[in-house]
C-alpha cells in the first residue's frame, strides 16, 4: 500500500459535495415547509373532503290528513341510486346502466343532472329503484366503488288524482324558489311543495334533514359514522276536506271538465274542492321522468290548473241573485211589482233576448229569479245603473279574491266605467250594463267566488274566509275526526235588510222546488236551495239564432249551479260549474244534486252521522 | 479478522446511531402504514430484515475493505452473469423480472449490481493514480457501469440504472474530469433525452412523467398517486395527526404506503417536525459519510464512501423529493425506512464499508 498517495485534490473536491449534500437538504426542508405550513389549510381540506362524506338524509313531509283523520298524504319509502361527485367513475356508470336496465328518458335525464354545477351533493343516477334492483347493487358493492344507494322518503298520495287540485303536488326547489321568503330555511335539491296545500302550508309540513358524516376509505366504502343528526318529521296538517265528499264530487263530473267548490256555509270550512279534469301527484313526487312531465306539462285540458281557483268565468244567471239584492237594498223595486217579459228587450237600439223566445210575460222578483227571466234583469239593470251594481258585486266578494289558504286564486273582475277607461281606454258604453245585469260582458267571477255567494245568501249575510286548514298536529300524532265544523265568527256581514234576504232565499228555493230551472238538483228530504246559470262562450248576438246543444262542444256554454241546502241554516253551500255544459239547470244542477246526496244521505258508518241524522230531523 | 480494541475505538457510533434511529422510525411508519391492510405484520419482518442488516455489517466491518474489493471482479461478473440469468428466466413480478427467488427470500438484483458496479469502479479508479481522469478511463469506467445499467433498464428498473449513473458521475467527478468532458456529457444526455422518451421508457413510465408535469391531467389515473401524497403530507401540517392517526395513511388514499411512499406517512402523522426529524437524521448519516471519505486514509478508501454514499443520497433525496412532489413517481424506496429486506440489507452493508474505510484510516 501507498501510504504517500496525495490525496488533497479529492479531499478539496468532497467539500463541494458536502455544501451541495447540505443545499439539498435544506431545499427539501423549504418544500416540505411550503406544503406543510403555507399550504396546509388547503391540504388539510383536501384530505378531509377525501376521506369525510357528509351523506344528507332527507326529513319526511308531515302527513296531510282529511276531517276525519284519514290520511291522505303520506310518504313511502324509496331507494335512489346516487354516485358521489368526488368518487364519479365511468367506468362504474357504465356498468350500473347495464345492471339495471336505464330506460331512454333516464338516461336523458342523468346527462342533465351531471350538467348541473357541482356543490357537494350525490348526484342522482336512478330513482325509485325496485327492492330487487337495490339487492342486485348491494351485493355488488365492492365491484362498483362510488355507487350508493340513498334512502328517500317519497311523496305518496295514496288515493292518486282525489282532490289533487286542493293538495298540491311537491317538487325539487328551483333557483327562483330558494331565494323566495315563502321557502326560507330550505336548501338546494329539498323538496317543496309547488302548489295546492303543499305549497301553502309547506313551512308546516316539512321537516327538518339530517345528516350523516361518515368516514369512507380511497373506495368509498364507509368505515365509520363520525356524526349524525337524525332527520325531524315535519308537522302534520289536518284539513277541512271529507274525502267521502271529495270523491263524490269529482264522480259526479263523469269525465266533464269542470270545478266544484263545496263549502259549510257557517263557518267557511271546504269540505270539497275539485277541478275536473284531475292529475296524479304522485308524478311529480320523484325527480319527474321526462316522457310523464310532457304528458302533463302539454296537456291540453290544462289538467293543473285548479279551476275552482283559477277559471275565471261569465256568472250568467246567477249573477242575477246581486241584482236583485241591490233593487230591493236600493228601493228601486218592490217584491209584488211585475215587469213584463215577451222574449226579449229592445234597449238602446239593441235586442237583449230572453232564453224563452216566447217570453215570461208579466213576472214578479220572485218568478223572475225562479224562471230566470232575461228581460226582468235588463230592466232592474238600466234602473240601478253600473256603478250600483258593481258595488253591490263587490260586496258579495267579487272582483277580488275570496282569501282562500291556497295559492294562485284569481279575483276575477267586476266591470265599471273606470274599470274599463282605465284597461281599455274606452268609454262605458249603457248597453253593457245590459249585459252585466244578466252575469254576461266583462263580468267574471270563480267558482270558488260563486260557492260563496251561496253560503253568503244561505246564511243572510255572513261572510267567512274559506279555508281548508283545520287545524296543525305534531309530527306523529293521531287526529281527532272532526265531522262538522261549528258556527265560527263571520270576517264581516252583509248587514241587508232581513226581507231581502228572505226574498233571495225563498227564490233559490223556488229555483229547485218550484219547477224552476234548477230542478234538477232537488232533494226532498233535504231540502236544496239553488240558481242555476249559464256563461255565454260565444257573443250574445249570436246566442239566439242557434240552440246551444247543437254547437260544436268548445262554442257551447258554461254552466254553473250554486246552491245550499237544507233550506234553513244551511249546512252546506256549493257553486259547480261545467266546462260547455250548456245550460246550468241541465249538466250542473244534477251534480250538485248527488253531492247534496252524498252529504245527506250518505253512507258513511263512521260515528258523525249520528249527529248529521240529528241535524236534518231538526230542519 | 482485526478485533483489537481499535477496531471498537475507530467505530462511528454516531453514524451507526443514526442508522439505527432511522430504521427504528421506518419500523414505526411501516407498523402504522400496515395496520388497516392485509399485512399488519410487517413491521416484524421489518425488523428482522434490520437486525440481519446490522449483523452483516457488522461482517462487513470485520474485515478490511481491501481485502473485500481484492474480488470485485469475481462479483462484479456474477452478478452480471445473474442479471442476464434474470432476464431470459427470472420470474416475473409485479411487472419486472428484477427479483431472485431464494427460498424464503426474494432478492432484489439490481441491489447487487449496485455494491458489485460501485466496488469494482472504486477498485479501477483507486489503481488510477492521477488527479485527472483521461478520456481512456473515463471511457471505461463507463463501460463497466454501463453493462449492469443497460442489464437493469432491460428488467425494466430505471430507478437501480438511474441510481448507478449518478453513482458513476459523482465518481468520476470527484476523480477529476475535464470540464469538456463534462460538457460532450451533458451534450450527450441532452440528445439520449428525447431518444430515451422514444425507446426506453414505458408508456406508464411516460404517463408517471406527464402526470408529475400536470397531476391534475388525470387525477384518478397515473397523477393520482401524486396528488394523494401532497395531500397527505399537506394536511400533516406542523405536528402531524398523530401515530396510526392519518386519514390518507390509514383509509387507503395513499399508495404503497409502506414502502415507496412511506416518508409520506410519516409527513402526515408526525407532520413538518417529523419530517424535519428525518431530513437531519440524513444529513448527519451524510456529513458523517462525508467525513469517513475525507480522513480516509487512500483513494480505494474514498471511491468506496463515496460511491456508496452518492447512491444512498439519490435514492433518498429523490423518494423524498417524489413525496413532496418535486419529482415524478419512480418506485424507490427509501433507504432504511421503507419496508424491503433487500434494499434494508444492501443498504446496511454499503454503510459497514464506509464504516470499515473510516475504522482503517491509520496505517497499521
Not at chain 2, 145 to 174: N, S
Not at chain 2, 336 to 346: A, D, F, H, I, P
Request: net charge neutral; glycine share 10%.
Amino acid at each position: 500500500m501507498n501510504i504517500y498517495e496525495d490525496l488533497k485534490p479529492l479531499q478539496s473536491r468532497l467539500k463541494w459535495w458536502r455544501i451541495l449534500a447540505v443545499v439539498l437538504f435544506v431545499g427539501l426542508c423549504a418544500r416540505f415547509w411550503q406544503l406543510q405550513i403555507v399550504r396546509a389549510p388547503t391540504y388539510k381540506e383536501l384530505a378531509l373532503s377525501n376521506h369525510v362524506r357528509q351523506i344528507p338524509e332527507s326529513a319526511p313531509r308531515g302527513l296531510v290528513l282529511d276531517r276525519w283523520g284519514r290520511i291522505i298524504v303520506e310518504n313511502r319509502p324509496s331507494f335512489n341510486l346516487t354516485m358521489e361527485k368526488g368518487s364519479w367513475d365511468d367506468v362504474v356508470l357504465s356498468e350500473l346502466i347495464e345492471l339495471l336496465s336505464f330506460s331512454d328518458a333516464e338516461l336523458a335525464e342523468l346527462a342533465k343532472e351531471r350538467k348541473t354545477p357541482s356543490d357537494h351533493s350525490p348526484v342522482l343516477l336512478k330513482e325509485d329503484l325496485t327492492l330487487e334492483d337495490v339487492a342486485l347493487v348491494e351485493s355488488r358493492q365492492l365491484e362498483l366503488p362510488g355507487a350508493m344507494i340513498q334512502f328517500v322518503p317519497r311523496r305518496f298520495y295514496p288515493f292518486g288524482n282525489l282532490a289533487a287540485h286542493a293538495l298540491g303536488y311537491v317538487g325539487r326547489i328551483t333557483e327562483e324558489q330558494l331565494e323566495q321568503e315563502r321557502f326560507e330555511g330550505t336548501i338546494a335539491n329539498d323538496y317543496v311543495g309547488q302548489s295546492g296545500v303543499e305549497l301553502g302550508y309547506n313551512r308546516q309540513l316539512m321537516g327538518q334533514n339530517g345528516v350523516q358524516v361518515v368516514e369512507v376509505n380511497s373506495h368509498g366504502r364507509r368505515e365509520r359514522i363520525l356524526e349524525e343528526r337524525t332527520p325531524l318529521w315535519g308537522n302534520s296538517v289536518q284539513l277541512t276536506l271529507d274525502l267521502d265528499l271529495q270523491k263524490a264530487t269529482e264522480e259526479a263530473f263523469e269525465g266533464q271538465s269542470g270545478a266544484a267548490v263545496v263549502l259549510n256555509p257557517r263557518n267557511g270550512e271546504v269540505m270539497a274542492l275539485a277541478s275536473s279534469p284531475s292529475f296524479d301527484p304522485n308524478l311529480f313526487s320523484g325527480r319527474f321522468k321526462a316522457a310523464e312531465w310532457k304528458a302533463v306539462a302539454q296537456d291540453e285540458e290544462h289538467r293543473l290548473q285548479n279551476r275552482a281557483l283559477q277559471g275565471r268565468y261569465a256568472p250568467g244567471s246567477v249573477f242575477k241573485l246581486i241584482l236583485a239584492a241591490a233593487a230591493l237594498e236600493e228601493g228601486k223595486i218592490s217584491p209584488t211589482k211585475r215587469l213584463y217579459c215577451g222574449g226579449g228587450l229592445r234597449l238602446y237600439g239593441k235586442w237583449f233576448p230572453c232564453h224563452s223566445a216566447s217570453g215570461h210575460g208579466f213576472v214578479n222578483l220572485h218568478e223572475a229569479l225562479v224562471q230566470s227571466c232575461n228581460s226582468y234583469f235588463y230592466q232592474l239593470g238600466v234602473e240601478l245603473q253600473i256603478e250600483t251594481i258593481a258595488r253591490y258585486a263587490r260586496t258579495f266578494g267579487l272582483g277580488s279574491p275570496t282569501g282562500i289558504d291556497l295559492p294562485f286564486e284569481v279575483s276575477g273582475l267586476v266591470p265599471d266605467p273606470e274599470w274599463k277607461r282605465q284597461a281599455r281606454q274606452e268609454p262605458w258604453y249603457a248597453g253593457e250594463t245590459v249585459s252585466v245585469s244578466v252575469g254576461q260582458g266583462s263580468v267574471l267571477v270563480t267558482a270558488m267566488q260563486m260557492a260563496q255567494i251561496a253560503a253568503i245568501v244561505g246564511s243572510s249575510g255572513d261572510v267567512f274566509r274559506p279555508h281548508v286548514f283545520l287545524k296543525p298536529l305534531p309530527a306523529g300524532a293521531l287526529a281527532d275526526p272532526a265531522p262538522t265544523g261549528s258556527q265560527g265568527e263571520p270576517i264581516r256581514r252583509l248587514a241587508f235588510h232581513d226581507s231581502t234576504w228572505q226574498v233571495l232565499q225563498d227564490a233559490m228555493w223556488g229555483v229547485v222546488n218550484e219547477s224552476g230551472t234548477g230542478w234538477r238538483a232537488g232533494l226532498p228530504r233535504v231540502g236544496v236551495s239553488g240558481k242555476t246559470g249559464t256563461a255565454q262562450v260565444a257573443s250574445m248576438s249570436n246566442l239566439s239564432e242557434t240552440d246551444d246543444d247543437d254547437r260544436p262542444e268548445h262554442l257551447r256554454n258554461h254552466a254553473w249551479f250554486i246552491g245550499y241546502a237544507p233550506r234553513k241554516n244551511p249546512e252546506l253551500a256549493l257553486a259547480i260549474l261545467v266546462e260547455h255544459g250548456g245550460q246550468g239547470g241541465r249538466t250542473a244542477a244534477p251534480i250538485a244534486q248527488k253531492i247534496f246526496q252524498a252529504y245527506f244521505e250518505g253512507q258513511k258508518g263512521l260515528e258523525a252521522d249520528d249527529t248529521r241524522q240529528a241535524l236534518l230531523v231538526r230542519n | 479478522m482485526i478485533l483489537d480494541r481499535r477496531f471498537w475505538f475507530g467505530i462511528d457510533w454516531l453514524l451507526v446511531l443514526g442508522l439505527a434511529l432511522a430504521a427504528g422510525l421506518g419500523v414505526a411508519a411501516i407498523y402504522s402504514a400496515t395496520q388497516g391492510g392485509p399485512n399488519p405484520d410487517y413491521y416484524r419482518r421489518q425488523i428482522l430484515w434490520i437486525v440481519l442488516g446490522f449483523a452483516l455489517m457488522l461482517l462487513v466491518m470485520a474485515i478490511d475493505y481491501h481485502s473485500l474489493v481484492d474480488h470485485a471482479e469475481l462479483f462484479y461478473l456474477g452478478v452480471a452473469g445473474l442479471l442476464v440469468y434474470l432476464l431470459f428466466f427470472g420470474s416475473l413480478r409485479a411487472g419486472t423480472n428484477r427479483w431472485l427467488e431464494l427460498g424464503i427470500f426474494t432478492l432484489h438484483s439490481g441491489e447487487l449490481a449496485k455494491l458489485a458496479s460501485v466496488a469494482l469502479l472504486a477498485k479501477y479508479l483507486a489503481a488510477v493514480r492521477k488527479n485527472r481522469l483521461g478520456t481512456a478511463e473515463v471511457a471505461i469506467t463507463g463501460a463497466l457501469v454501463g453493462i449492469p445499467v443497460l442489464l437493469v433498464i432491460l428488467q425494466p428498473d430505471l430507478g437501480t440504472a438511474a441510481t448507478l449513473a449518478f453513482a458513476y458521475a459523482v465518481l468520476c467527478l470527484l476523480a477529476g474530469v475535464r470540464g469538456r468532458l463534462i460538457l460532450v456529457a451533458a451534450v450527450v444526455f441532452a440528445l439520449a433525452l428525447p431518444f430515451g422518451w422514444s425507446f426506453v421508457l414505458k408508456d406508464y413510465q411516460k404517463e408517471r412523467v406527464l402526470a408529475f408535469l400536470d397531476p391534475n391531467l388525470d387525477p384518478r389515473g397515473a397523477g393520482y398517486q401524486s396528488i394523494q401524497s401532497t395531500i397527505a403530507v399537506g394536511s400533516g401540517g406542523l405536528t402531524g395527526k398523530g401515530w396510526l392517526e392519518g386519514s390518507q395513511s390509514q383509509l387507503q388514499f395513499l399508495p404503497a404506503p409502506h414502502t415507496d411512499f412511506v416518508f409520506a406517512v410519516i409527513g402526515e402523522e408526525l407532520g413538518f417536525v417529523g419530517v424535519v426529524a428525518v431530513l437531519v437524521l440524513y444529513l448527519m448519516i451524510t456529513l458523517r459519510s462525508l467525513e469517513a471519505a475525507r480522513r480516509a486514509r487512500d483513494r480505494l478508501g474514498i471511491y468506496l464512501v463515496a460511491g456508496i454514499l452518492a447512491m444512498f443520497i439519490f435514492q433518498a433525496l429523490y423518494n423524498m423529493a417524489m413525496v413532496g412532489g418535486l419529482v415524478p413517481i419512480k418506485g424507490f424506496p427509501l433507504p432504511l425506512v421503507s419496508y424491503g429486506g433487500s434494499s434494508m440489507m444492501t443498504t446496511l452493508i454499503g454503510f459497514g464499508l464506509i464504516l470499515n474505510v473510516r475504522m482503517r484510516r491509520f496505517v497499521n
